[in-house]
């Protein structure tokens, strides 16, 4: 049974958690008490890796081969817009989608979720199937339950008479994921003989409840993807919001109810976005945001959120403010408005304003000009803009990942 932590290996696919996914993979799990280990991972992905007996590219092409096939899954089902599917496969965080990580698999049972939700669960093996298969590749299937509980207790009280027929829905689907994640622990169990070993690994990774201290980080040595980070929260932050005042204006009959998928979707991001927002690991003082751009704009509830929000048509002043007013948020919160300076590790020191330190005043007007063109979406220059803008970070991202820089 392997004892050490899994070290890095030559090529450069094989990087952070896909090289813990890659000892899953070849030596199964371990458990440490002093250290870092596997069991913070789950099985699903590095025994569909283990089962396919591909390498480091092989094991990329799958996961962007499933991605792809579950976005046209999407794109189909949903009626999608053309321009909201390329927005999205565009965006920096969609390259954990060709990586070796979970994200694709997870893409794949999440996208299956929200197509068998929105045909109103006529389906409902298919749909506990789904939960189930999400429940063993990552714990944030977890954020499944909250976000149907906002859908059902939504529906509720616009059909009082219906609460049992929903509550029994949400223990049957609650019960099939906790099922899953019951699972993961006795299969971690058959392995290490440690009971909860996920839970105690948790611990090194220094994931516990606490307020957020102020400003927000990435990580400390290296600076690079925060502002995608940080742009995650605020949308996070906004979701919550959002789903909170949507709730109570149908409990209060001012209002029908909103979107399904819509809310659906906000509340899954809502939820995900506070659970890490209260359980972020500190670094010298300050709280890490530590890919949480991933768990958000990754995943398929990102996608419905830009076919319902992305607009059509040239918006007016006051929405473009509003993005503007969001995007100092983000600045403000990850310490931009001050005096700091931020390190980038971009895979180049030749080009001296692409390796830091950085001034967080230049960062936060990088921050404002992406959110200014993603206001402009409802125009042709502004979607070509932010199509290009974002697919060349996206690549920027993925080469700084391969020479072996931390994006998330």
């Known amino acids: 049974m392997l004892q050490v932590a899994p070290q890095p290996f030559h090529t450069g696919l094989i990087r952070w958690d896909a090289e813990w996914y890659s000892s899953i993979r070849a030596h199964g799990y371990f458990y440490s008490g002093l250290t870092m280990s596997s069991v913070a991972f789950f099985p699903l992905f590095p025994m569909v890796w283990r089962a396919t007996h591909l390498g480091p590219i092989g094991i990329s092409l799958f996961n962007l081969a499933l991605a792809s096939s ?45 197509l068998l939700v929105a045909q109103q669960y006529r389906h409902p093996v298919a749909l506990g199937a789904a939960l189930l298969g999400g429940a063993l590749t990552r714990v944030a299937a977890f954020f499944y339950l909250p976000a149907l509980a906002v859908v059902e207790g939504v529906a509720w009280l616009q059909d009082p008479g219906s609460w049992w027929v929903r509550g029994r829905r949400l223990f049957l689907y609650g019960l099939v994921t906790g099922i899953g994640l019951a699972s993961v622990m006795v299969y971690q169990w058959t392995q290490t003989g440690v009971w909860f070993a996920f839970n105690k690994a948790e611990a090194h990774w220094d994931h516990h409840l606490r307020l957020p201290h102020f400003p927000l980080i990435s990580t400390t040595d290296n600076d690079t993807a925060l502002w995608v980070d940080g742009l995650a929260l605020t949308l996070g932050l906004l979701c919550v919001v959002w789903v909170m005042w949507a709730v109570v204006r149908v409990a209060m009959r001012r209002r ?5 998928l819509l809310l659906f979707s906000a509340a899954y991001i809502g939820a995900t976005t506070v659970q890490t927002f209260f359980h972020a690991p500190l670094e010298h003082g300050h709280s890490s945001l530590l890919s949480l751009h991933r768990y958000v704009f990754c995943t398929p509830f990102f996608l419905v959120m830009l076919e319902k929000l992305l607009p059509e048509r040239p918006l007016s002043w006051r929405p473009v403010a509003f993005v503007l007013a969001a995007v100092l948020l983000t600045a403000a919160m990850l310490g931009m408005l001050s005096n700091q300076l931020f390190k980038i590790e971009w895979p180049t020191s030749k080009i001296s304003f ?33 199509y290009f803008s974002s697919f060349a970070l996206q690549l920027l991202l993925f080469y700084t990942y391969a020479v072996g820089h931390w994006v998330g």
């Open 354 to 386: 692409l390796y830091g330190p950085v001034a967080g005043g230049f960062y936060a007007v990088f921050l404002l000009i992406y959110g200014f063109l993603w206001s402009q979406t409802g125009t042709r220059w502004g979607r070509m803009l932010v």
């Open 70 to 114: 579950s976005l046209y899954m999407l794109y189909r089902g949903l009626r999608l817009r053309p321009v909201v599917v390329l927005l999205f496969a565009a965006l920096p965080s969609s390259m954990f989608l060709y990586l070796p990580y979970t994200e694709s698999i997870f893409f794949f049972f999440t996208s299956l979720v929200i």
């Open 256 to 260: 029908p109810a909103p979107d399904r």
